[in-house]
Each structure stands twice: as C-alpha cells, then as structure tokens.
C-alpha cells in the first residue's frame, strides 16, 4: 500500500507540476515526515508534502480515504492548455536578461543573472528584493539561508516549490564590497520592467511581497512594511500581500515576527480559496531550518 499511494501521489503531482492541475475537492489521508502524524489534506497539499518528504528522504506512508483513483479522473491537456503554456513560456525573457548590460556596474560583478524559477502557471507568486551571494553563485532564487526558510513556509502552505513562483525585482546581485547591499532605486527602476514582463506571462492570482524594498519598487507606498505587512494591495490588477523579508525574519526571530510572517502567507491562501485549519494557524516558523 505504501508504495501504491506514494506512486498515485507522484503521478498526480507530474500532472499537477507541468500543467493539468491544481485539482481539488478529494481527501487523502497521509503520514509524512514533515512534521509527522496523521492528517487529513487536500490532494494538493498532500502532493506537495510527499514531494518534501522524498526531497528530505522522509518516510511516506498512508491509505486512500475515498477511493481515490488518480489514473482515469484527469484529461490529457487539451490543445488550447497545450498552447497557453507554450504562450507562457518564459525563456525568450530569460535569455533577454541574461544578457542585459543596463547596469554595467552589476554586469561586471555578478557571476549570472538569477531570473526566477518555479510553475509558469503557479497561483501563488513570492517577490523579493534581489539575488544575494548564494543565489548569483547557483543561479537561483532563495537558495540561502533565508531561501530555506521560504521553503519551510511553502511547504507547510502545502505546496511544493515547483508549485509556486519565486523571483526577485533585481535580476543581478548587488555589488559591494562588504557583501550584500539593498538594491538603489535607480537599479531597481531598469529591472522593473522584466518583473511586470515576468509576472505578466506567469499570472498568478496571488503575489507575496517579500520586504520593504521589494514593496517599494512594485507599490512606492507612501507608508511603511511595517505598516503595510498583511494588508491586500493591489499590484497590476494582482491581489499583493506585503510581508516581512525572510532575511528579517532571521535577524528577528521573535514569535511576533514568525507569527505575522506567517500569517501574512495564510492570508494569501485564502485568497486562493484554501481553508486554513487551526494547528495551521497556530504553526510558527522554525528559524533554525
């Protein structure tokens, strides 16, 4: 049965990630590694926590609670998805900024350019400010320290990270001698640009800012993140949910810090339409992860 399910659930998952998903409505029940127990999630969910238990080779067991059949329940994708997707394809704007030479100072210290990475047609899209050591070292964005705490929350969130969007408004990483540095506002204006460009093919429903600077390049809000956090803007048309920086969070690991940051990503959730449990509303980010 073990094997049986995690196959079912892997299947569903390659559907799910390139293209013929979400799908909703069913209940599986699952005992995962991460965090353990049983519990009863969504299809979705419970794919994205079987992807995080074979990514940290957790134990996957569990039992169809309805019968579920995942082999005839879903269509091929029809010509009209196969062909939205190839219009979302992301590569020509990728190649255009991996050659862009606007900010010549960057150009000549970055080692890539960190475009972004995840499902093009992902419903939930993460922003941050611009790629730090680790991401112009590996070419990805959120791959460090605060990287690993992003995907903690996306993980509890229910998704996989190939299941959602990541990408930064800075597409270089900002020199400095001393090590990383807030992105100018002159940097962050030439970048604009391929962010609007990016986020326009993908179309998520729901953007997560990730910290002040972020929120300024997209929004220029009069006020604050700290003022902002939590409340539903607007971006492009976009429902947009200011939060803190995953960085800050670490610089300030209190519980009200985790817990708002936390808070702020369930919100963006719901907007999707998910309901969020009571142990889920209670979690708090682990900042040793």
Not at 37 to 47: D, F, Q
Not at 89 to 110: E, G, N, Y
Not at 165 to 188: F, H, Q
Request: glycine share 8%.
């Amino acid at each position: 049965m073990e094997s049986d399910l995690i196959g079912k659930l892997q299947r569903e998952a390659y559907k799910v990630i390139y293209g013929h998903g979400p799908v909703t409505g069913q209940e599986i029940t699952v005992t995962h590694g991460i965090p353990g127990g049983w519990k009863r999630c969504s299809e979705l969910e419970a794919v994205g926590m079987v992807y995080a238990a074979v990514e940290k080779n957790c134990s996957v067991t569990g039992q169809l609670a309805i019968g579920w059949d995942v082999t005839d329940r879903l269509p091929p994708a029809t010509q009209e998805e196969k062909q939205d997707r190839i219009q979302r394809c992301l590569d020509p704007l990728r190649r255009k900024v991996a050659k862009c030479q606007k900010c010549p100072h960057l150009v000549s210290t970055r080692r890539q350019t960190v475009f972004g990475e995840g499902d093009p047609r992902a419903e939930l899209a993460f922003v941050g400010e611009a790629p730090g050591e680790d991401e112009d070292r590996q070419g990805r964005p959120f791959v460090g320290r605060a990287g690993k705490l992003l995907t903690q929350v996306i993980n509890r969130l229910g998704f996989y990270r190939r299941q959602v969007y990541i990408c930064n408004v800075l597409k270089c990483r900002p020199d400095a001698a001393s090590g990383n540095r807030k992105p100018t506002r002159a940097e962050m204006l030439e970048c604009l640009p391929y962010l609007k460009a990016q986020l326009g093919q993908v179309r998520p429903k729901v953007i997560v800012i990730l910290g002040g600077t972020a929120l300024e390049a997209m929004l220029e809000p009069e006020e604050s993140i700290s003022r902002l956090r939590g409340e539903v803007l607007d971006w492009q048309g976009t429902p947009a949910i200011p939060t803190w920086h995953p960085a800050y969070v670490l610089r300030n690991p209190t519980p009200q810090v985790r817990r708002e940051f936390w808070s702020d990503c369930l919100e963006a959730v719901r907007l999707l339409g998910y309901v969020v449990r009571k142990d889920d509303a209670l979690w708090l980010p682990r900042v040793n992860a």
